[in-house]
């Protein structure tokens, strides 16, 4: 229909767009950086927590993609290659950072009697994380409640379960081993149940 841009059309443009970057196009490397960069940075915030870092690792993203755009082949999306980059440039930042004075979790896990039972039973949710990500009113406060997970454990919670990561290739970018990787999201998930426990119980009568 008249109007209407079909898959196609966007695949071949996109095309055409990423041939101009990879000649060195100043001006369609602008353009990138307009139209994709608010959202690059926006990943970069959820796992550095401030601006001024945010900031630094956006750059870094950048650079990245200027120096390494010719070795994108389009098996995926240009958004998607992006939204990796930046994930990857904010994780480096955060492993050259120090962690003296992160948060500990340990408030937030559950507590167990001697019987083995813990103090305050788990009520199930209505739907899980992933889930409620992807509905808006619920969203902002799950990536708020997120936010407040010490870095760490924030940084393995949406590499695993919001980017998909496996655990070896998330143990990769972070230096760590695979059982810390394994332990640190299990804490994680039961941290980030205690912060939205109050607002996510089974909402069934």
Do not use: C
Request: aromatic share 4%; proline share 3%; glycine share 4%.
């Amino acid at each position: 229909m008249d109007g209407v841009i079909t898959a196609n059309e966007r695949s071949r443009d996109e095309l055409a767009f990423v041939a101009r970057l990879q000649s060195g196009d100043g001006a369609a490397f602008e353009t990138l950086v307009r139209e994709h960069g608010p959202r690059m940075l926006a990943v970069v915030r959820r796992f550095l927590g401030n601006d001024e870092d945010a900031q630094d690792a956006l750059q870094d993203a950048l650079v990245s993609v200027y120096r390494g755009i010719h070795r994108f082949e389009g098996h995926s999306q240009l958004a998607t290659w992006l939204h990796r980059v930046a994930s990857n440039a904010a994780l480096m930042r955060l492993r050259s950072r120090r962690r003296t004075d992160e948060t500990p979790i340990d408030d937030l896990l559950p507590t167990f009697i001697d019987d083995g039972h813990q103090t305050r039973a788990t009520v199930a949710w209505s739907r899980p994380v992933e889930q409620l990500l992807e509905r808006q009113e619920t969203a902002e406060l799950v990536r708020r409640a997120i936010d407040q997970l010490p870095e760490s454990y924030r940084a393995i919670l949406l590499l695993r379960d919001i980017e998909e990561r496996d655990t070896e290739e998330t143990a990769q970018l972070l230096g760590i081993n695979a059982g810390a990787v394994k332990t640190r999201l299990h804490r994680a998930r039961q941290a980030l149940r205690t912060l939205l426990d109050s607002k996510m119980r089974d909402e069934t009568p």
